[in-house]
């Protein structure tokens, strides 16, 4: 028994032996490779072997940067464990790590602000040509001008107009522009310097005038006449107050503007009436008595009304007298079906738009005008300007036939056979009168025209 166990312990610290050889090697092994990182035996990426390369663009150097200090950090992570995780390493393997020369390792965050840096250098001067591109040296000298007299921006930004529209903080920016920022300042003197000399001289001109100027303006009276000479004298008595472009003229201008609005020592502005409300317009007309206003007779324009008044009567008895001598009666067509005929019509001349009741032996064909007054107008049917003012007479003979006879220019077209001047056409019942493509057609009373015709037969034998 003694010899068996004491076998067993031999075999036991053999495996054991052995176990911790094999720690030992794979900790030497661990640390080997954490000195070959740290070495820089690492295999190199490839690159590319083409003979010609691009160049890169921006966002692919800032990309490329970005990969670099993030494999650099994982080199110096992956170091440390291989220092913690194995026992302390030997002798040899302590000269080998203090060889390596310490090269400190920039941290992560190194190449973001070389980037910032850069985007706020090309940032800044597309400023600053932003800022001389709306800002005008005009503008810039105007500004200056105006802030030396006033002292007040407020008053500058009301009171200068500027080549463009700028707010109150813009204009307060600018200022302080001009005033902070070398490289502003610099670039508007140089370009205020170029400037042509009378274009200085109308900048200058339109300063704004300062309190003390104003001050001395309106010690002027009101109710004096001043002349050139006086704001001259008054230019020469006090040429510290007034701005060195002042002329008589202009100091003349600004206090007749003062005047205008009582700003003058000598004026009183009215106050406005104590109350709750004031008096409008529409207020003060309601107020108005209408029975105390005088109601001014135009003799004139009465005796016009009377005159027009009755030039209209007399137009209307004259209608009404000449009632009885009209021999054609028109008519305007519409969908209701009407008789064509009564026992006073002899015959009917039927257009697309009026008919004309023919109620004489004899009736005038034309076009009617202030001095021509015909039976039938032609000008109510259509466009009669190409027909004659008295174009054609239709008869009615004894024996009952009705004839046509032209006396115009143009020809009448009777069932489409034409009937040229001088000349004359017997009509017949649903005849197709053409005059100048205004087309008619003639209807008899057959009933009437009968009995005419046996009238005349029983005069003819006697």
Same mark, same amino acid.
């Given at each position: 028994?003694? $010899?068996?166990?004491q076998?067993?312990?031999?075999?036991? %610290?053999? +495996?054991?032996?052995?176990?911790?050889?094999?720690?030992?090697?794979?900790?030497?092994?661990?640390?080997?490779?954490?000195?070959?990182?740290?070495?820089?035996?690492i295999?190199?990426?490839?690159?590319?072997?083409?003979?010609?390369?691009?160049?890169?663009?921006?966002?692919?150097? /800032?990309?490329?940067?970005?990969?670099k200090?993030?494999?650099?950090? $994982?080199?110096?992570?992956?170091?440390?464990?291989?220092?913690?995780?194995?026992?302390?390493?030997?002798?040899?393997?302590?000269?080998k790590v203090?060889?390596? !020369?310490?090269?400190?390792?920039?941290?992560?965050?190194?190449?973001?602000?070389?980037?910032?840096?850069r985007?706020?250098?090309?940032?800044?001067?597309?400023?600053?040509?932003?800022?001389?591109?709306?800002w005008?040296?005009?503008?810039?000298?105007?500004?200056?001008?105006?802030?030396?007299?006033?002292?007040?921006?407020?008053?500058?930004?009301?009171?200068?107009?500027?080549?463009?529209?700028?707010?109150?903080r813009?204009?307060?920016?600018? *200022?302080?522009?001009?005033?902070y920022?070398?490289?502003?300042?610099?670039? +508007?003197?140089? +370009?205020?310097?170029?400037?042509?000399?009378?274009?200085?001289?109308?900048i200058? =001109?339109?300063?704004?005038?300062s309190?003390?100027?104003?001050?001395l %303006?309106?010690?002027?009276?009101?109710?004096? &006449?001043?002349?050139?000479?006086?704001?001259?004298?008054?230019?020469?008595?006090?040429?510290d #107050?007034?701005?060195? +472009?002042?002329?008589?003229?202009?100091?003349?201008?600004?206090? &007749?503007?003062?005047?205008?609005?009582?700003?003058?020592?000598?004026?009183? /502005?009215?106050p406005?009436?104590?109350?709750?409300q004031?008096?409008?317009?529409?207020?003060?007309?309601d107020?108005?008595?209408? =029975?105390?206003?005088?109601?001014?007779?135009?003799?004139?324009?009465?005796?016009?009304l009377?005159?027009?008044?009755r030039r209209?009567?007399?137009?209307?008895?004259?209608?009404?007298?000449? %009632?009885?001598? *009209?021999?054609?009666?028109?008519?305007?067509?519409?969908?209701?079906?009407? !008789?064509?005929?009564?026992?006073?019509?002899?015959?009917v001349?039927?257009?697309?738009?009026?008919?004309?009741?023919?109620?004489?032996?004899?009736? @005038?064909?034309g076009?009617?005008?202030?001095?021509?007054?015909?039976? /039938?107008?032609?000008?109510?049917?259509?466009?009669?300007?190409?027909?004659?003012?008295?174009?054609?007479?239709?008869k009615?003979?004894?024996?009952g036939?009705?004839f046509?006879?032209?006396?115009?220019?143009?020809?009448?077209?009777?069932?489409?056979?034409?009937? %040229?001047?001088?000349?004359? *056409?017997?009509?017949?019942?649903?005849? /197709?009168?053409?005059i100048?493509?205004?087309?008619?057609?003639?209807?008899?009373?057959?009933?009437?025209?009968?009995?005419?015709? #046996?009238? #005349?037969?029983?005069? @003819?034998?006697?």
């Amino acid at each position: 028994m003694d $010899k068996d166990s004491q076998g067993l312990l031999d075999s036991s %610290l053999m +495996a054991s032996g052995t176990a911790s050889r094999s720690e030992d090697e794979e900790s030497l092994a661990g640390q080997k490779r954490a000195s070959s990182q740290a070495l820089g035996t690492i295999p190199k990426r490839r690159s590319s072997s083409r003979f010609i390369k691009r160049k890169k663009f921006d966002d692919e150097l /800032v990309e490329s940067s970005l990969a670099k200090s993030s494999t650099r950090v $994982k080199g110096t992570s992956g170091v440390e464990p291989g220092r913690c995780s194995g026992s302390e390493p030997s002798s040899s393997e302590k000269k080998k790590v203090s060889k390596v !020369p310490s090269t400190p390792i920039p941290p992560s965050p190194a190449p973001v602000p070389g980037l910032t840096k850069r985007v706020k250098k090309s940032k800044q001067p597309l400023q600053v040509t932003k800022d001389l591109g709306r800002w005008k040296p005009a503008d810039d000298l105007l500004l200056i001008n105006a802030v030396l007299q006033t002292n007040d921006l407020t008053s500058v930004h009301l009171g200068v107009k500027f080549s463009c529209r700028f707010t109150l903080r813009e204009v307060q920016e600018r *200022w302080y522009a001009l005033l902070y920022d070398p490289v502003i300042s610099k670039l +508007a003197c140089q +370009a205020m310097r170029q400037l042509h000399p009378e274009a200085i001289a109308a900048i200058q =001109s339109k300063a704004l005038f300062s309190k003390a100027e104003e001050q001395l %303006l309106s010690k002027v009276g009101s109710t004096s &006449q001043p002349t050139l000479e006086t704001f001259q004298d008054l230019l020469h008595r006090h040429p510290d #107050a007034f701005y060195l +472009a002042r002329t008589a003229k202009a100091l003349q201008a600004h206090w &007749q503007l003062m005047k205008q609005y009582y700003l003058l020592e000598d004026q009183t /502005v009215q106050p406005l009436p104590k109350g709750d409300q004031v008096l409008n317009f529409s207020d003060a007309e309601d107020l108005i008595d209408d =029975s105390k206003l005088k109601d001014m007779r135009d003799e004139v324009l009465e005796h016009e009304l009377t005159v027009a008044d009755r030039r209209q009567k007399r137009e209307i008895r004259q209608l009404e007298q000449e %009632l009885h001598k *009209w021999q054609v009666l028109v008519d305007s067509i519409t969908g209701m079906s009407s !008789p064509d005929f009564d026992n006073q019509t002899l015959a009917v001349l039927r257009g697309r738009m009026v008919r004309y009741l023919m109620r004489s032996r004899e009736i @005038t064909l034309g076009r009617a005008t202030k001095d021509n007054q015909i039976d /039938v107008d032609l000008s109510l049917e259509g466009p009669a300007w190409k027909i004659s003012r008295k174009q054609g007479v239709i008869k009615l003979k004894n024996n009952g036939d009705f004839f046509i006879a032209n006396e115009g220019r143009r020809p009448i077209y009777i069932d489409g056979r034409p009937v %040229l001047c001088g000349s004359k *056409w017997r009509l017949s019942n649903n005849s /197709v009168v053409e005059i100048a493509s205004l087309r008619f057609v003639f209807l008899i009373n057959q009933d009437l025209i009968a009995l005419i015709r #046996a009238e #005349a037969a029983k005069i @003819t034998p006697q």
